[in-house]
């Protein structure tokens, strides 16, 4: 049996567990292979069977990016070595020297690092940071030379949320394009071509991958030129996975569905408990009504994943005190994984941003980012309640 046209009519967790998976041709094995070789022996000059060197193509590669593309809704996916890999791939293909970007002020911290000092001062290309959660903060950076709208929504580590289709209208009224980091949401949660955007980013190593075994990244988009420029890219640049770290998110896929709705209940209660306890400040988290842009999470997405930020009464002291006694959330950068991690943005997956900005953007020294896993949700609430409490 084989599913086909990118898995069209079937729903999301029946798509990640078969599109671009077929038995295999030469084998029947049912789990697509690691296809762990560099090359492939030709029958004749020019006559092979689609391979001929796994820089260009790689069969466990191509069976991620048919999945991946019908996950986001997209007829083209594409797979890179990291998440920032994709992002270089997404701007150096579809923008020059002397563009005009507008971005999101509160950007993954590698993202703004990677736009400021390599796109901009090696590539040349012009950013104007704006509070994409406000229309009319993006509508002034927007100028005649604007040529791309980098938006990421729910952001790092703030939680705030951008309209999608309301942004994505505006931009392309103006001629430029959309591209939307979708790493926070997942495809299960969030598809922005279906709001409007041209091109998806994600880093694979987050929930795609889900098991903070692999570094990753996906490109995704519908639009046949922006996919062969940036497959050209891809190709001549040469910033792919390897076979092995393509069938671990591959593998990682199959269970995305399942994995989300248990983070999106845990973060629920995690958050719920924060909000309701006498030691925490403030709670981030655009499933709590009291979320700024609450309404408009629950409009674009159809849950809300697993961040959790939040920061205590007792401020940073407090803070770093906590950060040493919770024994399930580990302390450590990345998220996404199905273990509960801790991250401290401002000593860690920030540090590149210069204090006084990162302050001014709500990014303090107390500020904790909970990637909240699918261990039992009351072990998570226990553990964070013993962390704080004991303070
Ligand atoms: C981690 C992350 C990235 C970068 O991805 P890498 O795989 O680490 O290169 C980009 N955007 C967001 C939102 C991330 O969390």
């Excluded at 927007?142 to 949320?161: C, G, S």
């Excluded at 959309?178 to 598809?191: I, M």
């Amino acid at each position: 049996m084989t599913i086909d046209d990118h898995g069209a009519g079937s729903g999301f967790a029946t798509r990640a567990i078969h599109v671009g998976q077929d038995p295999d041709g030469a084998t029947g094995a049912t789990i697509v292979p690691i296809y762990q070789t560099s090359t492939y022996t030709q029958e004749a000059p020019g006559v092979n069977k689609g391979y001929e060197y796994s820089r260009s193509g790689n069969p466990t590669r191509a069976a991620l990016e048919e999945c991946m593309a019908s996950l986001e809704g997209a007829r083209y996916g594409l797979a890179f070595a990291s998440g920032l890999a994709a992002t270089t791939a997404v701007m150096s293909t579809l923008l020059s020297p002397g563009d005009h970007v507008v971005a999101g002020d509160d950007l993954y911290g590698g993202s703004y690092r990677l736009f400021d000092k390599v796109l901009k001062e090696g590539g040349g290309l012009d950013f104007t940071y704006a509070d994409t959660t406000d229309p009319e903060s993006v509508e002034g950076a927007l100028t005649p030379e604007t040529k791309l709208l980098w938006i990421e929504t729910p952001t790092n580590p703030l939680l705030t949320i951008s309209d999608v289709a309301a942004l994505s209208e505006m931009a392309h009224e103006r001629g430029a394009i959309v591209a939307v980091d979708n790493t926070f949401a997942s495809p299960y949660f969030q598809n922005p071509l279906a709001l409007g955007a041209d091109i998806v980013v994600h880093s694979t190593t987050k929930y795609m991958g889900g098991h903070s075994d692999v570094v990753g990244g996906a490109v995704m988009t519908s639009n046949e030129e922006s996919y062969e420029s940036i497959k050209f890219y891809q190709n001549a640049a040469g910033a792919v996975p390897g076979a092995f770290d393509s069938w671990l998110v591959l593998r990682g896929l199959k269970t995305l569905a399942v994995r989300m709705r248990q983070h999106k209940e845990n973060a629920l209660a995690v958050a719920r408990f924060l909000q309701d306890h006498p030691k925490v400040d403030r709670v981030y988290y655009p499933g709590l009504p009291s979320h700024p842009q609450h309404e408009l999470a629950k409009k674009q997405m159809s849950g809300f994943s697993g961040m959790v930020s939040f920061t205590l009464e007792g401020g940073t002291e407090a803070a770093y005190a906590a950060m040493k006694r919770t024994k399930l959330f580990h302390l450590a950068e990345s998220l996404g994984g199905v273990e509960s991690l801790l991250t401290h943005p401002a000593t860690m997956t920030h540090a590149a941003i210069p204090k006084e900005q990162r302050e001014a953007r709500g990014v303090t020294d107390g500020l904790m980012r909970l990637s909240v896993g699918i261990e039992d949700g009351d072990d998570l609430v226990a553990d964070l309640e013993s962390a704080i409490s004991s303070g």
